[in-house]
């Protein structure tokens, strides 16, 4: 019993390390590749933490392997546009001009009243009194209205639609 529990100890301090080297953020704000790397790190953790006939490094060495994989992943993104869009996935423009662009509510498996729930929730009533809306890759909306704030970033939506 006492075994086990200083082996959870000690998995627990790995994993907080290894979490913090990540960088971890709130998990909303986790990119898919970061989520999947968060599970299995629970995983590799939890084998070790209760089977005390396994070694306790059987349990660590795959976690700093995934450590590595993760810090090899993140600066691949810095580094390439094309393999952060591939691994990250890109933002994407539900509504452009003013126009809810429906093909990419079904493409994002967003309804209508998902987006309407979005406006009201940023004190939006009126759908069309919004010019720009982008649905980020960590799932965080964005929305700007019909002002001269909406034509100061309507470059970097035109950037958005090219893509």
Request: hydrophobic letters at 45%; glycine letters at 6%.
């Amino acid at each position: 019993m006492l075994i086990t529990f200083i082996r959870a100890i000690i998995l627990y301090i790995v994993v907080l390390v290894v979490m913090r080297l990540m960088g971890k953020r709130e998990i909303g704000q986790l990119q898919p590749f970061e989520l999947a790397i968060s599970i299995m790190i629970a995983d590799l953790a939890s084998i070790p933490m209760t089977e005390t006939g396994i070694p306790i490094s059987r349990g660590i060495i795959p976690i700093l392997g995934l450590l590595v994989m993760h810090l090899l992943i993140s600066v691949i993104n810095l580094k390439s546009v094309k393999a952060r869009e591939i691994i990250c996935g890109k933002p994407t423009i539900l509504i452009y001009r003013g126009k809810i662009d429906e093909k990419a509510l079904i493409k994002e498996r967003f309804t209508i009243n998902e987006l309407e729930e979005r406006l009201r929730g940023n004190n939006v009533v009126n759908v069309g009194d919004v010019e720009y809306a982008i649905l980020e890759t960590s799932r965080r909306y964005y929305r700007y209205s019909k002002t001269k704030q909406a034509n100061h970033y309507s470059r970097r939506f035109q950037h958005y639609a090219r893509l």
